[in-house]
């Protein structure tokens, strides 16, 4: 079993950055492809973007290209999103889930919100 923890959503104007963070327990990451979704109320949950084991794939959602940033760290077992010029339809609960590389994902967060006002 994974325990995902996601952290660092916040409060944030329109144009600033957050970094959110993802660690894991009870299993190394290191086997894993990661990835990070949201879900804005009254929507469906959206795939934002995506990295293989190693760090040498990454995948955007046109929304989020170009602006955000994944990034892992399998020594400390945590992966990180980096959100820069932040937008208010990026209000959401961000989550992180971990999947063994067939595309379905397995462990779950339980998510961070993150709100940007205008």
């Known amino acids: 079993q994974v325990q995902l923890v996601e952290s660092g959503g916040g409060l944030v104007q329109a144009g600033g950055s957050l970094r959110l963070s993802c660690t894991a327990s009870g299993r190394t990451l290191s086997s894993y492809a990661m990835g990070w979704f949201r879900q804005a109320p009254g929507r469906e949950r959206e795939f934002v973007t995506a990295?293989?084991?190693?760090?040498?794939?990454?995948f955007y959602s046109d929304s989020v290209k170009g602006r955000f940033t994944i990034s892992r760290d399998n020594a400390k077992n945590t992966v990180y999103l980096q959100l820069n010029n932040l937008k208010p339809e990026d209000t959401a609960v961000y989550l992180c889930a971990a999947s063994p590389g067939n595309g379905i994902y397995d462990y779950w967060g339980q998510g961070t919100q993150v709100t940007v006002t205008s």
């Open positions: 990295m293989n084991w190693s760090g040498s794939n990454t």
